[in-house]
């Protein structure tokens, strides 16, 4: 029995490894968003007020991914998520600068 979980354990992804593996299926998923955005010709306030419900999914992940890395660190409940959270928000504000340099230069970013 001992041994089952160790191995379980073991096994496991560590949480440093969800955290990568999250951020780049949810990054990934933004960077489609705005390609489609910018093949739908939207405005830059159109893909800004659009950006924080796409990847609902692939953020709800890597927002649950850095809560459990913050707090095997030690890192209290509302710390984690609010370092979460930070994190979750940079990532859509970088994706928006990016939208809108991409939008004014009328070029796309490469596939």
Same mark, same amino acid.
Do not use: W
């Given at each position: 029995?001992? =041994? #089952? #979980? ?13 955290? $990568? ?5 949810? /990054? ?10 910018? %093949? %739908?010709?939207?405005?830059?306030? +159109?893909? +800004?007020? &659009?950006?924080? &419900?796409?990847? +609902? /999914? +692939?953020? !709800?992940?890597?927002?649950? !991914?850095?809560? !459990? ?5 030690? *890192?209290?409940? !509302?710390?984690?998520?609010? @370092?979460? *959270?930070?994190?979750? *928000? $940079? ?5 928006? $600068?990016? =939208?809108? %340099?991409?939008?004014? @230069?009328? &070029?796309?970013?490469? *596939?």
């Amino acid at each position: 029995m001992l =041994f #089952t #979980t160790l191995l379980l354990a073991v096994m496991a992804p560590s949480p440093t490894a969800a955290v $990568d593996t999250t951020r780049v299926a949810f /990054t990934k998923c933004l960077n489609t968003a705005m390609k489609k955005g910018l %093949d %739908d010709k939207i405005t830059a306030a +159109e893909f +800004e007020m &659009s950006v924080k &419900s796409v990847c +609902e /999914t +692939e953020r !709800a992940a890597f927002r649950t !991914a850095v809560i !459990a890395l913050n707090r095997s660190g030690g *890192d209290s409940e !509302a710390d984690a998520a609010e @370092n979460a *959270d930070m994190q979750v *928000d $940079d990532y859509h504000a970088n994706f928006v $600068d990016k =939208f809108k %340099d991409y939008s004014e @230069n009328n &070029s796309r970013p490469g *596939d």
